[in-house]
């Protein structure tokens, strides 16, 4: 193992303007607001509009890190997007970052982790600090996911908003803010979560057959129970690698996308209700900017009080899984 650790320098983000709550849904769907908040705790979500995009989005809130950072833009090299549900499929959305932010001297990539994006970001972030390679790291999670939504399927769409979140990260040789981190592919369970994307075939062979919508296809009660099944032993595998005892969680953060799974997923880790960040009230799930965002408000909120040590969860299509171990200080 190297020597070299990973602080973490700032955390920021950007949501869409527009609100659209649940009694805005009763005009375009067969659905209530007391179903959506008995089944989800979602009360209202940020919806992008006009020409407002998950790059928009990103490009936001990599500004607003690096502005909170007082980092020197020229000095980042290495910008990683976790952009799943990109506005384009090239150029990628790191590449449109560094072109907005002047980052010039980074070398730029995505990832598509879906939902679990912002962890797994984290962990190529450490790896590239770690080896020596590159030293000080953007990463930007985001997506506009209401854009791949069919909106009269009510199962699917009532869940989700858009949002980024944004984070630098440098190397130290004083310490490391990353205590730990697991990641979680399950490509067998690939179907839960789908967004098909089609391109058309060459005029001169057969058409595709099946022409599919660039919808999101869900099968929510599959994607609960792989949540329940998997993450909860990689969570305490996690604390037993780190040697870190539950009760010295300050606060867990996890993947917003239902309150009954939140409550559920801290229950079984016997993490209290104090503990548990949670704004999905207001926002929905938003994809791989859920926890940025949550950490970033649960600061300003002062619901996280720094110095602290958080435990972060996530999960999505792939299916995927993510969970780390993260330390924050005063000047986060
Ligand atoms: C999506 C989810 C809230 C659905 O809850 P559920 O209790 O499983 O509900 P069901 O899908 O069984 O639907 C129950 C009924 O409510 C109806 N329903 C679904 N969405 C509805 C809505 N928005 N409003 C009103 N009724 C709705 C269904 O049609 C069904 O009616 P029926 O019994 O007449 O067929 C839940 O499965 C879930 O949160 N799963 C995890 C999804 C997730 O987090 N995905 C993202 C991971 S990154």
């Given at each position: 193992m190297s020597n070299i650790g990973v602080k973490i320098v700032s955390i920021d983000c950007e949501v869409a303007k527009n609100v659209i709550t649940n009694d805005d849904l009763t005009k375009i769907l067969d659905t209530s607001d007391e179903w959506i908040t008995t089944r989800t705790g979602i009360k209202e979500r940020r919806v992008v509009s006009g020409d407002e995009s998950s790059t928009t989005l990103g490009i936001s809130a990599a500004k607003k890190v690096i502005k909170r950072s007082n980092f020197n833009i020229k000095d980042i090299d290495l910008i990683i997007a976790a952009a799943s549900a990109p506005e384009d499929v090239y150029p990628s959305v790191a590449c449109l970052i560094q072109e907005a932010t002047g980052a010039d001297n980074a070398v730029c990539f995505d990832i598509k982790a879906a939902c679990s994006g912002f962890i797994y970001a984290l962990s190529c972030a450490c790896a590239y600090i770690k080896s020596g390679m590159y030293k000080n790291v953007l990463i930007v999670a985001t997506d506009a996911t209401t854009k791949f939504t069919d909106w009269s399927d009510r199962s699917v769409c009532v869940l989700f908003g858009d949002g980024a979140g944004s984070a630098i990260l440098t190397a130290s040789n004083k310490e490391?803010?990353?205590?730990?981190?697991?990641?979680?592919?399950?490509?067998?369970?690939?179907?839960?979560?789908?967004?098909?994307?089609?391109?058309?075939?060459?005029?001169?062979?057969?058409?595709?057959?099946?022409?599919?919508?660039?919808?999101?296809?869900?099968?929510?009660?599959?994607?609960?129970?792989?949540?329940?099944?998997?993450?909860?032993?990689?969570?305490?595998?996690?604390?037993?690698?780190?040697?870190?005892?539950v009760k010295d969680i300050d606060y867990f953060v996890p993947h917003q996308s239902n309150q009954r799974m939140i409550d559920a997923l801290a229950e079984r880790?016997?993490?209290?209700?104090?503990?548990?960040?949670?704004?999905?009230?207001?926002?929905?799930?938003?994809?791989?900017?859920?926890?940025?965002?949550?950490?970033?408000?649960?600061?300003?909120?002062?619901?996280?009080?720094l110095p602290a040590t958080l435990m972060i969860s996530a999960f999505g299509a792939g299916m995927t899984g993510a969970n780390a171990i993260i330390k924050l200080d005063e000047n986060i």
């Open positions: 490391d803010d990353i205590v730990g981190i697991n990641l979680i592919s399950d490509g067998a369970s690939g179907d839960f979560i789908t967004l098909k994307t089609q391109g058309i075939n060459c005029p001169l062979v057969d058409k595709i057959e099946h022409e599919v919508k660039p919808f999101i296809q869900m099968k929510g009660k599959d994607v609960y129970k792989f949540v329940m099944t998997k993450i909860p032993p990689k969570l305490e595998e996690l604390l037993q690698d780190t040697n870190t005892d880790l016997t993490i209290d209700n104090s503990k548990v960040i949670s704004n999905i009230e207001h926002y929905g799930n938003m994809s791989a900017a859920s926890i940025p965002v949550a950490i970033r408000e649960g600061i300003d909120k002062k619901e996280i009080k």
